[in-house]
């Protein structure tokens, strides 16, 4: 019985840190994006952000 918790704990374990990575990743991109946006409208910025 000892074995299966330990199986269970190490699975848990691992997908917690799978659910925290992607939420970090989530956090960022949208972070990216506004930034992105911030810059994108007339008379901002002189960085040229539409140019590919």
């Not at 659910?19 to 008379?43: C, E, F, K, P, Y």
């Amino acid at each position: 019985m000892s074995i299966i918790n330990l199986l269970f704990n190490i699975l848990m374990g691992f997908f917690f840190a799978c659910a925290v990575t992607a939420l970090l990743g989530l956090l960022i991109s949208l972070l990216m994006i506004h930034q992105v946006r911030r810059h994108d409208n007339a008379g901002a910025a002189s960085i040229a952000m539409k140019g590919y």
